[in-house]
C-alpha cells in the first residue's frame, strides 16, 4: 500500500515518533483503554517499544501490526488504524480503530477507514479484511456496519479480558462483496 493516503479531510501515514505525545495521551484515556488491549498506564516507553518494533509498512504474510497515522490538515493526530496480515491465510488482514476522544463523533473514523478498506482491496489485492470487536462496544459496531463490515458472527463469553468473560463480534467483508 501506498502510503501517505490523503482523503477529503485527512492523511494517513505510518505512525512515527513525532506523534508520540498526542498517540500516548489518548491511549491512557480511560474510554478508549477500556476496550483495547492496553491500560491507562500506557507510557512513553510503551509506544517506544511498539515504534521499535513496527515494520515500515504492511508486509503480506507477516502476521505483524502496524499503526498508520490518522492526522488532520493541520498535521495533528486524531487516532491511527492498526493493520495486520495474517499469517496464516493469504491476503487476508485484520484492522482495528482508535480515535482520540475529542475526534469522535465527526466522521474521522469512517473516512479513515473507508480509505485503508479501499487500498487494502485495490493495491494489495486482499481477498478478505475483517475486525473483531468487544460485543458491547456500541460506537466500532456502528462504525464497522457505516463502512461496510457485515456481521459473522458473536462468540460468547469467549475472551476473558481485563478481568471479566466478554463476548466477541467478528466483522468482514470479501473482495467479491465490493
Ligand atoms: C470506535 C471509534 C473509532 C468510533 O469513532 P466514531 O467517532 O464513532 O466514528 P466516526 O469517526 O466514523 O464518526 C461517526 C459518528 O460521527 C457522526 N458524524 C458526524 N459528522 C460526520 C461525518 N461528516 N461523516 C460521518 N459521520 C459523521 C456520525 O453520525 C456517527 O455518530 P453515531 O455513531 O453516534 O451515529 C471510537 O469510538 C473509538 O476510538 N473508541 C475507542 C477505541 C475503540 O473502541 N476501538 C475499537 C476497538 S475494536
Request: proline fraction near 3%.
Amino acid at each position: 500500500m501506498v502510503l501517505p493516503l490523503h482523503t477529503e479531510r485527512l492523511t494517513l501515514s505510518v505512525l512515527t515518533a513525532a506523534d508520540r505525545a498526542a498517540f500516548v495521551r489518548y491511549r491512557r484515556d480511560p474510554d478508549v483503554a477500556r476496550w483495547q488491549s492496553w491500560s491507562t498506564t500506557y507510557s512513553d516507553a510503551d509506544a517506544d517499544a511498539l515504534l521499535a518494533d513496527q515494520p515500515a509498512g504492511i508486509e503480506a504474510g507477516s502476521g505483524r501490526w502496524v499503526q498508520i497515522a490518522i492526522h488532520d490538515a493541520g498535521g495533528d493526530l486524531q487516532g491511527d488504524i492498526a493493520v495486520r496480515a495474517l499469517d496464516d491465510q493469504p491476503d487476508t488482514y485484520e484492522i482495528g480503530v482508535t480515535l482520540a476522544p475529542a475526534a469522535h463523533g465527526r466522521g474521522i473514523a469512517s473516512e479513515a477507514l473507508t480509505a485503508i478498506i479501499d487500498a487494502l482491496f485495490r493495491e494489495l489485492g486482499a481477498h478478505r479484511v475483517f475486525a473483531v470487536s468487544d460485543a458491547r462496544n456500541e460506537p466500532v459496531a456502528r462504525l464497522l456496519r457505516r463502512v461496510g463490515f457485515r456481521h459473522e458472527g458473536r462468540n460468547i463469553d469467549a475472551d476473558r479480558f481485563k478481568g471479566e468473560w466478554t463476548s466477541l463480534d467478528t466483522w468482514a467483508m470479501l473482495r467479491r462483496d465490493r
